[in-house]
């Protein structure tokens, strides 16, 4: 049986602060993480984390930032069209049949 290497957990004001001293010019990842006695891995993975645009506001749709709501309506809005296509193909078969059998 293997023991999990237990991690120390962080809280996001020192999270950022070591991203924002990192971002200093002069300062690298290495030179911060030695001072604070935490890997220089750790603090690319929170710059990381920080920056990414899909930071649970923003969603890509074909390569579109859009916020959550816009992308969920943009969703929404897709599927109806593609249900009313289907619909309006389905009349148009319909129409074309019983047309025919009336002559």
Known sequence: ????????AYTE???????RRAELP?????SVAEELGISAQQIYNW????????????????GV????????ELRRLK???H???EENEFLKKAAAYFAKSQE
Not at 1 to 8: A, E, L, V
Not at 13 to 19: C, G, K, Q, T
Not at 26 to 30: E, H, M, Q, V
Not at 47 to 62: A, E, P
């Open 79 to 81: 599927r109806e069209l």
């Open 26 to 30: 002069g300062n690298t990842n290495k």
């Open 47 to 62: 710059r990381r984390q920080f920056n990414r645009l899909s930071d649970k506001q923003f969603n890509t749709v074909q």
């Open 1 to 8: 049986m293997t023991k999990k290497k237990r991690t120390q």
């Open 65 to 72: 930032d859009y916020s959550k709501h816009e992308s969920e």
């Open 83 to 85: 249900d009313l296509k």
């Open 13 to 19: 004001e020192f999270r950022r602060e070591a991203v």
